[in-house]
């Protein structure tokens, strides 16, 4: 059933467009999608954009029919934890105060999870304003905090934020997750199994396609020449793993026809940099995060993708890069957990490759194999063309969205 055109939803993320970060893209895709027509759509969300702590966005848009109101927040950006803390409190105060403003009896909340435990004051809110809260779960805190380092699992910090979280989404209308293995996660902290949702994120089948290598523009103006490009697109993150590959680039330096294109910022790019400049890793090339309207391009001009996670956060986090890599149709080598949420998906759809982490020899066969055999990079391509179109495009998210968005509308409130 889908969604009324009177129903109003009101999202709450700290970015959205013109940001590229991946929840602010996964944000303006839903949220545009759903006010063409079929409701009123709001967000509220940040002035700021991900890659840059000093831009400044516009009070009020409106942007592809969708409301956009932006809170002030400090900036100190993601350079240092205390000011990363900082910037979250003032994005907790300044985005409830307008959340409750904006809310009202049988709307709709969506919360995603940027920043963490904001579901905590959308729930507040909801159960101020009788409004009904969905929780988009893009990663599950504190436990990602935890295997990170950051809290200390079995401190009373942890359990107390544990506790808040597990509040606010055993409250809710709905629990959206990305995959089988944190749907486990979720109904694992308690949260009633008919309250949770698995909808996977997405990409857009008809801006990304499959593309022929050698008419990519980027070949060209990167100087790319006919060399095998392993490609990185996206956040650098802490939950990315990284050694495999510097030390697979180290082992192949000699191979000037191959090379690694890191394309994207984040968390751990400096620390990539550095060790790539240690080692004088001339094959190793770095580029900035490109405009979206680009991405066609910066993904196909790879003839093979990574996508690394490390194997302590499965059922914490999916990362969404694979998607967009899938629909340009080119192989993914995936490092980390072989059976887990996207190791899986490519060893059933044979659209790749996976690796453990920390086997750099391995990670270096696969490289090899895939540029040695073309047959086989071909089929690994279009394989994964062919299991994006069957579970990853836009529009089949979008559908259960609208599906999920109704049942909840239409539900009585709990």
């Known amino acids: 059933m889908s969604i009324s055109r009177l129903m109003k939803i009101v999202f709450v993320n700290r970015f959205y467009a013109p940001d590229h970060s991946a929840t602010s893209q996964m944000l303006t895709d839903l949220a545009s999608a759903l006010a063409s027509g079929d409701a009123q759509v709001e967000v509220v969300t940040s002035r700021l954009r991900y890659?840059?702590?000093?831009a400044s966005l516009p009070g009020r848009q409106t942007i592809g029919g969708v409301d956009v109101h932006r809170v002030w927040t400090s900036r100190f950006g993601r350079g240092n934890l205390i000011g990363r803390a900082f910037d979250y409190l003032s994005f907790y105060v300044f985005a409830t105060a307008k959340l409750s403003a904006l809310?009202?009896?049988g709307d709709v909340i969506v919360a995603k999870t940027d920043p963490p435990l904001i579901s905590v004051a959308a729930a507040w809110v909801a159960r101020k304003r009788g409004a009904r809260l969905v929780n988009w779960l893009q990663d599950l805190f504190p436990e990602v905090a935890s295997n990170l380092g950051v809290i200390d699992p079995r401190?009373?910090?942890?359990?107390?934020?544990?506790?808040?979280?597990?509040?606010?989404?055993?409250?809710?209308?709905?629990?959206?997750?990305?995959g089988e293995a944190m749907r486990k996660r979720v109904e694992a902290l308690g949260v009633d199994p008919?309250?949770?949702?698995?909808?996977?994120?997405w990409a857009s089948g008809d801006r990304l396609r499959p593309g022929s290598r050698e008419a990519n523009p980027l070949r060209a103006e990167w100087s790319l020449g006919d060399r095998f490009i392993v490609?990185?697109?996206?956040?650098?993150?802490?939950?990315?793993?990284?050694a495999t590959l510097l030390d697979a680039a180290t082992e192949l330096r000699a191979q000037?026809?191959?090379?690694?294109?890191?394309?994207g910022g984040g968390a751990q790019k400096a620390d990539v940099e550095r060790v790539a400049a240690e080692r004088k890793l001339a094959n190793v090339v770095f580029r900035p995060y490109q405009?979206?309207?680009?991405?066609?391009?910066?993904l196909g001009v790879a003839d093979v993708h990574v996508v690394a996670l490390r194997p302590e956060l499965e059922g914490l986090v999916v990362p969404s890069k694979f998607y967009g890599v899938a629909a340009v149709g080119r192989p993914t080598i995936f490092i980390g957990?072989?059976?887990?949420?996207i190791g899986s998906v490519v060893r059933a759809a044979q659209c790749g490759t996976c690796v453990q982490a920390g086997d750099a020899a391995a990670l270096v066969r696969a490289i090899i194999e895939l540029r040695d055999d073309v047959a086989l990079r071909e089929r690994a391509g279009a394989n994964a063309r062919a299991v994006f179109e069957e579970r990853y495009d836009m529009p089949i998210a979008v559908l259960q969205w609208r599906r999920l968005l109704g049942d909840v509308a239409r539900a009585r409130p709990r």
Request: hydrophobic share 40%; aromatic share 6%.
């Open 51 to 54: 890659d840059d702590a000093s």
């Open 103 to 105: 809310a009202r009896s």
């Open 155 to 178: 401190g009373a910090m942890a359990r107390w934020l544990g506790r808040l979280r597990d509040r606010s989404l055993t409250g809710a209308a709905a629990n959206v997750v990305l």
């Open 194 to 201: 008919g309250r949770i949702a698995v909808i996977p994120n």
């Open 231 to 242: 490609g990185y697109s996206g956040n650098l993150g802490r939950v990315h793993e990284f």
């Open 256 to 263: 000037t026809g191959i090379a690694f294109l890191l394309i």
């Open 291 to 298: 405009p979206r309207d680009r991405l066609h391009h910066t």
């Open 337 to 341: 957990d072989p059976d887990g949420e």
